[in-house]
């Protein structure tokens, strides 16, 4: 259904959680609120468990409350319920659209004369002066609008603070009502902005955020020059996702669900297996394998992705949930893309990382001397960075790529013959072992670099150095160009100089050649052993496994593109 008038003359309601959000750091709230992003950690966690008794919806409020008594202010009381004769209402959503605010107030307590509102907190008060923070007297505030403008009376609030088992009441005076409707204002205008608000800088706050991961402050704010650095990078997310992909190739097998949060995996030949859902990072299905309904919508509920490949490990999409709402961050990318200038800008950085990784690797592993390669990289290199269009740019990565795969034997430890005999790239379909391995490896670092982009908010298929095809995800393929050496050329070379793969592990048709099912299991697990080992990042110094890399990196690039990094961010090794 389209808007209505009514509609567009509806105000913008803030969340009373969201004004806490605000009041805490405006970047938290913007990322929340405008972006639509949340991550949990332990504190969310153990904050919603806190939360699970008043979540459930009971009680009633009066239609309006008498003015309240003269004086009488409530005291700290070590019990969530007040003494005497009370009407309660838990989980109660109300809306103040004069002020502007919608909240979901825990519990009411009304004693027929006033209301008060109480919050939840999952830790202790604090040792100040007022026992509570801040932003969480302005959520309380903001509560306490939302009553009065529903008719009825609030003087006060109350904090409950589970870890103490201590209630704190909180006056709604002049001051904190100012203060808190200010800070509604401000929140109002975020949508409209055109950048997100800065991050915070050093702050302590940022530690045990659960969106430390998506805001990246210290990354944001590392200053160009090291020497003027002066505190280090902190680490504040995981190195690892502890949720890992699941892959599903046995064919003519099924894909359920059960009890709501656990995955069945059905096969011909073997008996069924279960995962639970939290363990689960995305799902990548291979050729004929049933996925039901069901697991679909359980799937699209915890927001994880589905991508689909064709027996043979050909990319072909991936079904997500809803679209992501950072409309901001795709108006952006297209206007970047419409610049020629800064199209060409990042798409230079983009090859001659690539080169750069490349001769990285010919260093690293050569068997042989390499030198004349080294040299005519270098070369390449130095042309790319000032290639005056995308066309001359395609033909200096050419160049180099034929030169890099031209000494991709010598990286070997014995040298390939007979069937894995390597004399250069070619693909579409790939017409010999090691060919079909790398066009593997490519597949599944595409998926692994759509959906990356995908969960930041971009389109993956609006590119900059690739252009736009049907179906194609030309921004994955521009961003996985630097990693394509470090990730899945090296996950060839370790496959073939371990023995992972054998001669006999390949089905050879007319002009084509593919994994066999087996070789083609134990690959995949080289190439996630690869995601998850651990990497110092060459610009922040903090060591994080390469699947987290992706995602910096994509997140970064987003926040160039917005404006907030004056410059593309590299991920070259040594």
């Given at each position: 259904?389209?808007?209505?008038?009514?509609?567009?003359?509806?105000?913008?309601?803030?969340?009373?959680?969201?004004?806490?959000?605000?009041?805490y750091?405006?970047?938290?709230?913007?990322?929340?609120?405008?972006?639509?992003?949340?991550?949990?950690?332990?504190?969310?966690?153990?904050?919603?468990?806190?939360?699970?008794?008043?979540?459930?919806?009971?009680?009633?409020l009066?239609?309006?409350?008498?003015?309240?008594?003269?004086?009488?202010?409530?005291?700290?009381?070590?019990?969530?319920?007040?003494?005497?004769?009370?009407?309660?209402?838990?989980?109660v959503e109300?809306?103040?659209?004069?002020?502007?605010?919608?909240?979901?107030?825990?519990?009411?307590?009304?004693?027929?004369?006033?209301?008060?509102p109480?919050?939840?907190?999952?830790?202790?008060p604090?040792?100040?002066?007022?026992r509570?923070?801040?932003?969480?007297?302005a959520?309380?505030c903001?509560?306490?609008?939302?009553l009065e403008?529903?008719?009825?009376?609030?003087?006060?609030g109350?904090?409950?603070?589970?870890a103490?088992?201590?209630?704190?009441?909180?006056?709604?005076?002049?001051?904190?009502?100012?203060?808190?409707?200010?800070?509604?204002?401000?929140?109002?205008?975020?949508?409209?902005?055109s950048?997100?608000?800065p991050?915070?800088?050093?702050?302590?706050?940022?530690?045990?955020?659960?969106?430390?991961?998506?805001?990246?402050?210290?990354?944001?704010?590392?200053?160009?020059?090291?020497?003027?650095?002066?505190?280090?990078?902190?680490?504040?997310?995981?190195?690892?996702?502890?949720?890992?992909?699941?892959?599903?190739?046995?064919?003519w097998?099924?894909?359920?669900?059960?009890?709501?949060?656990?995955?069945?995996?059905?096969?011909?030949?073997?008996?069924?297996?279960?995962?639970?859902?939290?363990?689960?990072?995305?799902?990548a299905?291979?050729?004929?394998v049933?996925?039901t309904?069901?697991?679909?919508?359980?799937?699209?509920?915890?927001?994880?992705?589905l991508?689909?490949?064709?027996?043979?490990?050909?990319f072909?999409?991936?079904?997500?949930?809803?679209?992501?709402?950072?409309?901001?961050l795709?108006?952006?990318?297209?206007?970047?893309?419409?610049?020629?200038?800064?199209?060409?800008?990042?798409?230079?950085?983009?090859?001659?990382?690539?080169?750069?990784?490349?001769?990285t690797?010919?260093r690293?592993?050569?068997?042989?001397?390499?030198?004349?390669?080294?040299?005519?990289?270098?070369?390449?290199?130095?042309?790319?960075?000032?290639?005056?269009?995308?066309?001359s740019?395609?033909?200096?990565?050419?160049?180099?790529?034929?030169?890099?795969?031209?000494?991709?034997?010598d990286m070997?430890?014995?040298?390939?013959?007979?069937?894995?005999?390597?004399?250069?790239?070619?693909?579409?379909?790939?017409?010999?072992?090691?060919?079909?391995?790398?066009?593997?490896?490519?597949?599944?670092?595409?998926?692994?670099?759509?959906?990356?982009?995908?969960?930041?908010?971009?389109?993956?298929?609006?590119?900059?150095?690739?252009?736009?095809?049907?179906?194609?995800?030309?921004?994955?393929?521009?961003?996985?160009?630097?990693f394509r050496?470090?990730?899945?050329?090296?996950?060839?070379?370790?496959?073939?100089?371990?023995?992972?793969?054998?001669?006999?592990?390949f089905?050879?048709?007319?002009?084509?050649?593919?994994?066999?099912?087996?070789?083609?299991?134990?690959?995949?697990?080289?190439?996630?052993?690869?995601?998850?080992?651990?990497?110092?990042h060459?610009?922040?110094?903090?060591?994080?496994?390469?699947?987290r890399?992706?995602?910096?990196?994509?997140?970064?690039?987003?926040?160039?593109?917005?404006?907030?990094?004056?410059?593309?961010?590299?991920?070259?090794?040594?």
């Open positions: 259904m389209g808007a209505t008038a009514d509609d567009l003359d509806t105000p913008l309601l803030v969340p009373a959680r969201m004004i806490n959000e605000y009041v750091c405006p970047r938290l709230a913007y990322i929340e609120w405008v972006e639509g992003e949340f991550r949990d950690n332990y504190y969310t966690v153990d904050g919603r468990l806190t939360h699970r008794r008043v979540d459930r919806r009971a009680g009633h009066p239609a309006r409350a008498s003015p309240p008594p003269e004086g009488g202010e409530e005291k700290e009381r070590s019990d969530p319920a007040p003494a005497g004769p009370t009407l309660h209402a838990r989980s109300l809306s103040a659209p004069i002020a502007g605010i919608v909240a979901r107030i825990d519990l009411i307590e009304s004693d027929g004369t006033r209301a008060t109480v919050e939840y907190k999952r830790g202790k604090p040792a100040n002066a007022e509570s923070y801040y932003p969480e007297r959520q309380l903001a509560q306490a609008i939302v403008e529903n008719g009825l009376s609030c003087q006060e109350v904090l409950y603070y589970a103490a088992r201590t209630r704190v009441t909180v006056p709604i005076t002049p001051e904190l009502r100012a203060l808190t409707l200010q800070a509604a204002e401000q929140l109002r205008a975020l949508p409209a902005a950048q997100p608000p991050p915070l800088v050093d702050s302590p706050k940022c530690v045990g955020c659960s969106l430390a991961g998506l805001c990246l402050p210290d990354e944001l704010n590392l200053h160009p020059d090291p020497e003027q650095q002066s505190t280090p990078v902190r680490l504040l997310f995981p190195a690892r996702d502890d949720a890992k992909p699941l892959h599903l190739q046995e064919q097998g099924k894909l359920g669900i059960e009890s709501g949060n656990l995955l069945r995996v059905s096969t011909r030949d073997a008996e069924p297996y279960q995962v639970r859902l939290r363990d689960v990072s995305q799902v299905v291979y050729g004929n049933q996925v309904t069901q697991a679909l919508r359980a799937l699209a509920t915890k927001g994880i992705p991508t689909l490949f064709s027996y043979g490990g050909w072909y999409g991936m079904l997500t949930g809803l679209t992501h709402r950072n409309v901001l795709r108006e952006c990318q297209f206007s970047a893309a419409r610049d020629g200038g800064r199209a060409l800008a990042v798409a230079r950085s983009l090859v001659a990382q690539k080169i750069r990784n490349q001769r690797m010919l690293r592993n050569r068997r042989a001397e390499l030198r004349n390669a080294l040299v005519d990289l270098q070369r390449d290199l130095d042309h790319a960075m000032v290639a005056p269009s995308v066309e740019l395609l033909g200096i990565e050419g160049t180099a790529a034929r030169t890099y795969f031209q000494s991709f034997a070997l430890r014995e040298p390939l013959n007979g069937a894995f005999d390597f004399k250069g790239r070619n693909r579409r379909p790939p017409r010999d072992p090691v060919n079909a391995l790398l066009s593997f490896a490519y597949a599944l670092l595409v998926k692994d670099w759509t959906l990356a982009l995908t969960a930041v908010g971009f389109d993956p298929h609006l590119g900059f150095y690739h252009r736009p095809r049907y179906g194609r995800p030309s921004l994955a393929l521009d961003l996985m160009e630097p050496p470090l990730i899945a050329d090296s996950v060839v070379l370790v496959a073939l100089n371990t023995k992972v793969v054998a001669e006999d592990d089905s050879r048709g007319v002009g084509a050649v593919a994994l066999k099912d087996a070789a083609r299991r134990r690959f995949i697990e080289a190439y996630e052993r690869r995601m998850n080992e651990l990497v110092t060459p610009v922040f110094g903090y060591r994080i496994s390469y699947r890399v992706l995602e910096v990196q994509a997140r970064l690039f987003a926040r160039y593109l917005v404006g907030e990094l004056p410059e593309m961010p590299v991920f070259v090794t040594r």
